[in-house]
T-cell receptor, first 118, second 112 residues
C-alpha cells in the first residue's frame, strides 16, 4: 500500500514552454502533498506544500507564478513549470502524506520526474 | 535556522556493518527519519525515531539518537550490495504532515 506515482518520469522540453507534472496517491487519500526539487548530488529542497482545495504554501525563494501547483483532489496534485528555462532543469519529487496513529504522519514519495530544458 | 549535515560518502565491505551519521541543529525536532534513495528514484522511508527515544531497532537497522549532542546515526548490520544507495536523515517539528528538512545525504558504497 501507500504508493505514489508521478507522470511523466522524464521530460525534455524547449526553453519557454510549460511542463506539467502529475503526482497521484494510488491507494490512499493524501491530505497534504509536497513538492521537492533535487539538484544532482544534492539534498531535497522543499518547494511548496499543498492541501486539497486550498492554495499551496510556497517556501521562501520559490516563485509561485513560475511553479503553479493545483491540488484538485485528495489523490492528485500537479506542478506546472511555466516558461521553463535551462536553470529549471532538475529532478522534481512529490510526496503525499496521510495521517497515522501512534507515529508521525508519513510522507510517501513518488519516483521523481527528471526535467531537462534545452 | 535548520541545518542538517551528513558526511558525503561511506564505503564498506559486504557483510560488515555501516554507520551513517547525521547532526542537526534544531532542538525542537520531534521526529527524526532515515530515508533511502536509489539511483534515479524517489525516497523510501526506512525508519524514524521519536525525539524522546535513545534507540530504535528494526531488523538490520539500528537508530541511535543523542539529543544532547543533536546527533543521529543509522547502523546497518550485515551490509549487502543492495544497500548501496544515498541515505538521507530528516527532521520534522511536529510529525503531523509538517515539512521535512533533509540532510545533505550520504552515499553508501558496498564493495565485495
Amino acid at each position: 500500500g501507500a504508493v505514489v506515482s508521478q507522470h511523466p518520469s522524464r521530460v525534455i522540453c524547449k526553453s519557454g514552454t510549460s511542463v506539467k507534472i502529475e503526482c497521484r496517491s494510488l491507494d490512499f487519500q493524501a491530505t497534504t502533498m509536497f513538492w521537492y526539487r533535487q539538484f544532482p548530488k544534492q539534498s531535497l529542497m522543499l518547494m511548496a506544500t499543498s492541501n486539497e482545495g486550498s492554495k499551496a504554501t510556497y517556501e521562501q525563494g520559490v516563485e509561485k507564478d513560475k511553479f503553479l501547483i493545483n491540488h484538485a483532489s485528495l489523490t492528485l496534485s500537479t506542478l506546472t513549470v511555466t516558461s521553463a528555462h535551462p536553470e529549471d532543469s532538475s529532478f522534481y519529487i512529490c510526496s503525499a502524506s496521510t495521517p497515522a496513529t501512534g507515529g508521525p504522519d508519513t510522507q510517501y514519495f513518488g519516483p521523481g520526474t527528471r526535467l531537462t530544458v534545452l | 535556522g535548520e541545518d542538517v549535515e551528513q558526511s558525503l560518502f561511506l564505503s564498506v565491505r559486504e557483510g560488515d556493518s555501516s554507520v551513517i551519521n547525521c547532526t542537526y541543529t534544531d532542538s525542537s525536532s520531534t521526529y527524526l527519519y532515515w530515508y533511502k534513495q536509489e539511483p534515479g528514484a524517489g525516497l523510501q522511508l526506512l525508519t524514524y525515531i521519536f525525539s524522546n527515544m535513545d534507540m530504535k531497532q528494526d531488523q538490520r537497522l539500528t537508530v541511535l539518537l543523542n539529543k544532547k549532542d543533536k546527533h543521529l546515526s543509522l547502523r546497518i548490520a550485515d551490509t549487502q550490495t543492495g544497500d548501496s544507495a544515498i541515505y538521507f536523515c530528516a527532521e520534522s517539528m511536529t510529525g503531523t504532515a509538517s515539512k521535512l528538512t533533509f540532510g545533505t545525504g550520504t552515499r553508501l558504497q558496498v564493495t565485495l
